[in-house]
């Protein structure tokens, strides 16, 4: 689903009006895409507006690294294995 899509359906996502597909759709665009969650925010902001006014592109979404849950434990375990190490030195 690409960005003017989205923004056509927004005023029916805002009321629920749509099918949970198109729903979890404009979520997961929503997801990366910082234009169109800009665009919904002033949609809630002034519902009576246009929703057809500003038609930017998304042609770079946000690509923001995460770190998950893995990568912490990962973290851990090197930390783990550092604090190891050090331990075995100081010990001698
Ligand atoms: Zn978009």
């Known amino acids: 689903m690409d960005c003017s899509e989205v923004r056509k359906i927004i005023p029916e996502y805002v009321n629920h009006t749509i099918t949970e597909d198109r ?3 404009v979520e997961e ?3 990366i895409c910082n234009d169109c969650r800009q665009f919904l925010n002033n949609f809630i902001d002034n519902p009576s507006k246009s929703p057809t006014s500003k038609p930017t592109s998304c042609s770079e979404p946000a690509s923001k690294k995460v770190f998950s ?3 912490y434990i990962i973290l ?3 930390l783990g294995v550092f604090l190891f190490f050090i ?3 100081l010990r001698k």
Request: charged share 15%.
């Open 29 to 31: 665009h929503l997801c």
């Open 87 to 89: 331990y075995l030195i």
């Open 76 to 78: 851990a375990i090197g």
């Open 23 to 25: 729903t979890t759709e």
């Open 69 to 71: 849950f893995f990568d």
